[in-house]
């Protein structure tokens, strides 16, 4: 192969690090092992897993032509094999690639394990779209690759992005145990309430930056693309299939927080349980629905949900007809605390976390009544700064990472 062949993907490469800076880093960006021989990196579309391959770069290489990133959904993959351009990179002393949206590549889990097998000295950082897809990689990765999950920004990374406050991120314990002290730190510094709305409509992803006005209809796209272009990609789905996930994604737009009746719902999309089934729990590792399971949620063995979300309160904005505030709170806190702890429907109050700890979400108002005389019960209680007591403010769940 010759270096002009290249030379597409190089400009590529270059442009879109020219873009690059290194203010602001995903949580995750501190949390994974950047040595490591082989790491993936998973998660939904627009969440900044681009940006932190190509900050790694700046970071590490003072020539950043020592390395290589290449997307696997460039055209020029149409006429030259990823295994080409692999052995040219090793031939010409390049030790480490970073590969960007592999789902996208035919066969691309085989041709990863045999880089990794065949290239012991080379080293490789990739990308895909969610668990959905790593889940359903057709060669065995598990032994040889280390994976993070990257989800949407916290309320924290919001603030951090729009420079108006740093702050370092909170355990669980902390909020339970001195959310009086944090909240009195953080509020003296910045008003929280316009920022926690300004939040909740158009701070999960970091492209809202290149214009708020849009990121709505963006937003809109993105789900879009998810379902009619990756799904397809990883699954083997019928054209009628991909209507019907389109369908239910509406269904459920139009009545979350949604308590599904399950054979009232299959009939509404004219499918069975084993689908429909199948296409709930696809939607929510692709991070657009949130399933609250009374079990442990099993991605082999389906549980039935006992309700269902959106995945953060922005697809909310983007894609309900009108959003119902109660469901927001609850949203926005299911999707903080799943990052690193575990959820679960309760047989009282709104969630059980880490089967332990019972919480009741709501606003200011908000009473015991639903849980009292239940041990380790909260409030997480909206329009409120500092809480007191087992009352926590809502927002400061948005800390946690």
Known sequence: MELIELQPLFDNYHRKLSKINLRFKRYLYSQINWKSRFIGIKGPRGAGKTTMLLQNILETYQDVDQTLYASLDDLWFATHPLMDLVDWAYQHGIMRLYLDEVHRYPQWSVNLKNIYDNYPDMSIVFTSLSLLIMDNAKADLSRRQTTYTLYPMSFREFLVLEDVLHFDALTFDDILENHVRYAMQITRQIKVAPLFEAY?????????????EDFLLRLRETVRVVIDDDLPAVENVTF??????????????????????????????????????????????????????????????????????????????????????????????????????????????????????????????????????????????????????????????????
């Open 240 to 401: 009628e299939t991909i209507q019907k996930v389109k369908r239910l994604l509406m269904i459920i737009s139009e009545r979350v927080p949604f308590q599904p009746n399950m054979s009232d719902l299959w009939a509404a999309l004219a499918t069975n349980n084993e689908l429909g089934l199948r296409m709930l729990y696809a939607l929510d590792k692709a991070q657009i629905l949130g399933l609250l399971t009374s079990k442990p949620k099993n991605y082999k063995y389906f549980n039935k949900p006992n309700k269902i979300f959106l995945g953060n309160p922005n697809l909310m904005h983007a894609l309900c007809p009108r959003v119902e505030k109660g469901n927001e709170r609850e949203t926005f806190f299911y999707s903080q605390l799943i990052v690193s702890n575990e959820v679960k429907y309760p047989k009282k109050g709104d969630f059980y976390v880490n089967d332990k700890y019972l919480f009741e979400i709501g606003g200011r108002r908000k009473t015991f009544n639903q849980i009292k005389d239940e041990p380790d019960s909260f409030l997480g209680v909206d329009d409120t700064e500092v809480g007191h007591g087992s009352r926590i403010p809502l927002w400061l769940f948005g800390f946690l990472y």
């Open 200 to 212: 909740l409509e158009h701070g999960c992803y970091p492209f809202y930056r290149e214009s708020v």
